[in-house]
């Protein structure tokens, strides 16, 4: 069965950069999609961008230019850089495989992260 | 982009009773190929997001049957059977059929 894992810091300051890592057990990144969702304060869910089997991504607009999602296929790991962030980035990050504009079919269990000085 | 709206912040369900929770999206989420690309999640504290639904109606595997997705267009609804109380969680409709992909606002289900 497929299993991921984020980790990462759980405070970042203002204007920063956040950076998390997706650990993925049980099936090969080099195979399907890889992606990151945030939770914020309140419930609200937003789809943030996929990493490709073949390291093509994908990413919402809304965070423009400030995202980036890599990969390291040795280490069966993809990552999420989301930089100048805000106390709006305040969330749990969750990663997921995905099955390409039809879910999001395993999760991890989320990381808390706050941006506080 | 697409909104999802789940009217709905909180339901309140006795174990063993039905309950319905809806999402309703701003435009139509039929694809040409027939589909429907609208998906139910849940979430429960201490556990991992767990997928229930896709294409509007399909279980993905291992999900019990009193889970039952229905809808078209823009109407979708998640029913629960018989609601068991590890059936209490957030209950979240995504829609994958344009980037951005879209969440739902997310509705909780409690024991009343």
């Known amino acids: 069965e497929v299993q991921l894992q984020e980790s990462g810091p759980g405070l970042v300051k203002p204007s920063q950069s956040l950076s998390l890592t997706c650990s993925v057990t049980?099936?090969?990144?080099?195979?399907?999609?890889w992606g990151w969702i945030r939770k914020f304060p309140g419930n609200k869910m937003e789809w943030m961008g996929y990493?490709?089997?073949?390291?093509?991504?994908s990413y919402n607009p809304s965070l423009k230019s400030r995202i980036s999602i890599t990969r390291d296929t040795s280490k069966n790991q993809f990552f999420l850089q989301l930089n100048s962030v805000t106390t709006e980035d305040t969330a749990t990050y969750y990663c997921a495989s995905v099955v390409l504009w039809v879910l999001f079919d395993y999760w991890g269990q989320g990381v808390m992260v706050t941006v506080s000085s | 982009q697409i909104t999802l709206t789940q009217q709905a912040e909180s339901l309140w369900v006795s174990p063993g009773e039905k309950v319905s929770i809806t999402c309703r999206a701003s435009?139509?989420?039929?694809?040409?190929?027939?589909?429907?690309?609208l998906s139910w999640y849940q979430q429960r504290p201490g556990q991992t997001t767990k997928a229930l639904i896709y294409?509007?109606?399909i279980r993905t595997d291992g999900v019990p049957t009193r889970f039952i997705g229905s809808g078209s267009g823009t109407e979708f609804t998640l029913s629960i059977e018989d609601v068991q109380p590890e059936d209490i969680a957030l209950y979240y409709c995504l829609q994958t059929l344009k980037k951005p992909y879209t969440f739902g606002a997310g509705t909780k289900l409690e024991l009343k």
């Open positions: 049980g099936y090969s990144i080099t195979s399907n999609y």
């Open positions: 435009q139509s989420l039929l694809y040409t190929d027939g589909k429907h690309y």
């Open positions: 990493i490709s089997y073949s390291g093509s991504t």
């Open positions: 294409h509007a109606s």
